[in-house]
T-cell receptor, first 111, second 115 residues
Framework: GQSLEQPSEVTAVEGAIVQINCTYQ??????LSWYQQHDGGAPTFLSY????GLEETGRFSSFLSRSDSYGYLLLQELQMKDSASYFC????????????FGPGTRLSVLP | SAVISQKPSRDICQRGTSLTIQCQVD?????MFWYRQQPGQSLTLIAT?????????ESGFVIDKFPISRPNLTFSTLTVSNMSPEDSSIYLC????????????FGSGTQLSVL
């Protein structure tokens, strides 16, 4: 089976940097994704890592270590609009190559 | 990218009735996915719908309760049958991108409340 763990809540101030961790257990790992979801909205794709290392997209970066079954999402220069829930999701061979979502981390950005 | 239109956006239904949710994509896609997101929770895959074949349901979800249609490559429906208050949730349709399915695009969701 699959399981993912994320912190349930993270709080930071505007302009700060925050890291949201994700650990996973799968039997056929393909890749790790991150999604952002604002209250009342649909999840939107942020990043995908299939290989070890850091992927940078603007203020957001995502890291993967397959040997440690670990990844993180790094948000820099936090803005109020970054307040949202963030989900990691693993694409798993044993799950028909579908994505399994983590429990989500609620990020609150304070002024 | 894909643009997904999902409707209704929300509904309030009586116990024992059924609701059909529609999902229209602006391009042809092989697989469409239906997720459920209970309040404050994560996303759980209900089923994968391929055009021309029966949907594949995940553990805990059955066709009699959540029948799915996939008449063509741009459209799908999910019906929530014989509803109970426990079915109150957000239902989301989703499609993957064309190349190796690295990302999912989601419809705006249907917020269902069952009284």
């Amino acid at each position: 089976g699959q399981s993912l763990e994320q912190p349930s809540e993270v709080t930071a101030v505007e302009g700060a940097i925050v890291q949201i961790n994700c650990t996973y257990q799968t039997s056929g790992f393909y890749g790790l994704s991150w999604y952002q979801q604002h209250d009342g909205g649909a999840p939107t794709f942020l990043s995908y890592n299939a290989l070890d290392g850091l992927e940078e997209t603007g203020r957001f970066s995502s890291f993967l270590s397959r040997s440690d079954s670990y990844g993180y999402l790094l948000l820099q220069e936090l803005q109020m609009k970054d307040s949202a829930s963030y989900f990691c999701a693993v694409r798993d061979q044993s799950y028909g190559q579908n994505f399994v979502f983590g429990p989500g981390t609620r990020l609150s950005v304070l002024p | 990218s894909a643009v997904i239109s999902q409707k209704p956006s929300r509904d309030i239904c009586q116990r024992g009735t059924s609701l059909t949710i529609q999902c229209q994509v602006d391009s042809q896609v092989t697989m469409m996915f239906w997720y459920r997101q209970q309040p404050g929770q994560s996303l759980t895959l209900i089923a994968t719908a391929n055009q021309g074949s029966e949907a594949t349901y995940e553990s805990g979800f059955v066709i009699d309760k959540f029948p799915i249609s996939r008449p063509n490559l741009t459209f799908s429906t999910l019906t929530v049958s014989n509803m109970s208050p426990e079915d109150s949730s957000i239902y989301l349709c989703s499609v993957g991108d064309r190349r190796p399915n690295e990302k999912l695009f989601f419809g705006s969701g249907t917020q269902l409340s069952v009284l």
